[in-house]
């Protein structure tokens, strides 16, 4: 792992270490070309694949829906067995650990509360004359979300999607998932029956994300398409924009740590591992103004990796992300974190809620150290499906709202009109658009 010194490097070597290519330049690593050439017959990058995948379940529906799902995930459906059965629920409630239950039950009740608490209303005003202006917000009629299942399982992603839906008042929430050995994760299934997801297909990929942009014979097409996934995931969702909405275009997971010579550096290299273990695409980073600390969290990110689990994956990320950075003091700190607008932000300071006013770019911010970002993750209620790859500096959190769409609308007296006509019509005409000045002319004349 990399420690940068501020003073040695200087700020714009430094910046340019926090640089993020973008998502859909990110290359593909040798492991799963070598797996690609076997599926596809050729090299092909990411983009490639998704375009060809997309185009033939836009052309041919379930058939090429079959034809993926084979192919990629080692799973045999018909159309038929796309849908989650009652049988499979009826088997995920039986597999299921009751305390697991429990703590899954208390966190979507957690995240619906903060939800119901950011929901937007209608409005209207009145103005001159009798005229009156407003805005309808108008729930989205079906959506599908998406939750990954490669190389785990999220039902904490379920919550993150479908929550918001049914706070908004989705009519219908279609959740595309990957199976793995034919099968959906238990915790992920009752995850969503609990919320009011009635339709869960065992599809994952690309060819989930172009089966709910554009129907197919049995899965039906949405609105709008949220929720994380890997590149080939992003990619479809980049390429089906325009015929349905998406929520954002998502890369890897991220935190990024700023830290005083108070923090504790076992909390420190605990969090950045928390994100590492995730892809080895995943980028940890800290921030401080103390040397110390800045060896002491490298040691132990060392010392906490070897008992992970997931220490291969957490190991490459790492390797090839991890970073700790000496600043010269904590403002400059923040001004790197503001550069890097990263998905999780964490400050472990003193007195971290004098620096929250200097934030400007962050998915989501984590105060102090008792509030580590897998509080987000799970169980606090704020959403934890985020921007990514430096575009929270215009992406928002997912939300209730992501789920709303805006509708304005206009009435006005014959009085009112009249007032204002002479305006429109100079307007119109200077636009060289006479129906438009004559359907103002018109009634004004009455």
Known sequence: MKILNVKELGVEKVEKYLEKAPFDQVELNPKIREGNIKLFGRDMTAAEIVDMIVSDVRRDGDKAVMKYTKLIDRAEFTPDQFLVSEEEFAAAEAQADPKVIESLKKSIENVRRYHEEQKPTSWMTYREKGSLLGQSVIPLDRVGIYVPGGTAAYP?????????????????????????????????????????????????????????????????????????????????????????????????????????????????????????????????????????????????????????????????????????IIAEDMMQAMDFANLSAPEHLELLTEN??????????????????????????????????????????????????????????????????????????????????????????LRREK
Do not use: W
């Open 156 to 324: 904490s992603s379920v919550v993150m999607n479908a929550v918001p839906a049914a706070v908004a008042g989705v009519k219908e929430i279609i959740m595309m998932c990957p199976p793995r050995d034919g099968k959906i994760n238990p915790y992920v299934l009752l995850a969503a029956k609990y919320i009011g997801v009635k339709k869960i297909y065992k599809i994952g990929g690309a060819q989930a994300i172009a089966a709910v942009a554009f129907g197919t014979e049995t899965i039906p097409r949405v609105d709008k398409i949220t929720g994380p996934g890997n590149i080939f995931v992003t990619l479809a969702k980049k390429a089906v924009y325009g015929h349905v909405d998406i929520d954002m275009l998502a890369g890897p997971s991220e935190i990024l740590i700023v830290a005083d010579e108070k923090a504790d550096p076992v909390y420190t290299a605990a969090d950045m591992l928390s994100q590492a273990e995730h892809d080895p695409l995943a980028s940890s980073i800290v921030i401080t103004n103390s040397a110390e600390l800045a060896e002491k969290v490298a040691a132990e990110v060392e010392k906490q990796l070897a008992q992970l689990p997931r220490k291969d994956i957490a190991g490459a990320s790492i390797e090839r992300n991890g970073m700790i």
């Open 352 to 441: 971290p809620f004098e620096l929250l006013p200097y934030v400007r770019h962050a998915g989501a911010v984590f105060l102090g150290a008792y509030s580590p970002e897998p509080l987000g993750d799970y169980f606090a209620g704020p959403d934890h499906i985020l921007p990514t790859g430096g575009t929270a500096r215009y992406y928002s959190v997912l939300n209730v709202e992501t789920f709303m769409k805006r509708t304005s609308f206009i009435s006005y007296t014959q009085p009112a009109l009249s007032d204002v006509s002479e305006d429109i019509i100079r307007l119109a005409e200077t636009e060289g658009l006479q129906a438009h000045a004559n359907a103002i002319r």
